[in-house]
């Protein structure tokens, strides 16, 4: 499985910013997205996951502001990004495993984009 993350930017706190991940497709009857984030210095951070059945799970840090979802041809998943911090910046990532069973541990995800930069300004 191959992804390919694309729209990061830099923008200002509050702002709003739409990540995209184009993957292929999946031969896997389960299987689990995840959105994750690593800042400088610091270990990554899972921010939130979906599974085939749609289900979705977040990180405390951005319950409320950010959205994960999947496009209607399957093939691209997206993380809408709201009322953006200074802390919100980092390389997001996005993330596939072959199971439904979601977690934030990266050790869990078999396959992994090159990342995209987003840097919020204060």
């Known amino acids: 499985v191959q992804l390919m993350e694309s729209g990061g930017d830099s923008v200002q706190a509050g702002e709003s910013l739409r990540l995209s991940c184009a993957h292929s497709?999946?031969?896997?009857?389960?299987?689990?997205l995840g959105w994750f984030r690593q800042a400088p210095d610091k270990k990554p951070e899972g921010i939130a996951t979906?599974?085939?059945?749609?289900?979705?799970f977040y990180g405390d840090s951005v319950k409320g502001r950010f959205t994960i979802s999947r496009g209607s041809d399957n093939y691209t998943l997206f993380l809408e990004m709201t009322s953006l911090k200074p802390e919100d910046s980092g390389v997001y990532y996005c993330?596939?495993?072959?199971?439904?069973?979601?977690?934030?541990?990266?050790?869990?995800?078999?396959?992994w984009g090159q990342g995209t930069q987003v840097t919020v300004s204060s």
């Open positions: 993330a596939a495993r072959p199971y439904s069973h979601c977690t934030f541990r990266t050790t869990d995800y078999d396959f």
């Open positions: 497709k999946y031969t896997y009857s389960g299987y689990c």
């Open positions: 979906i599974d085939e059945d749609g289900r979705t």
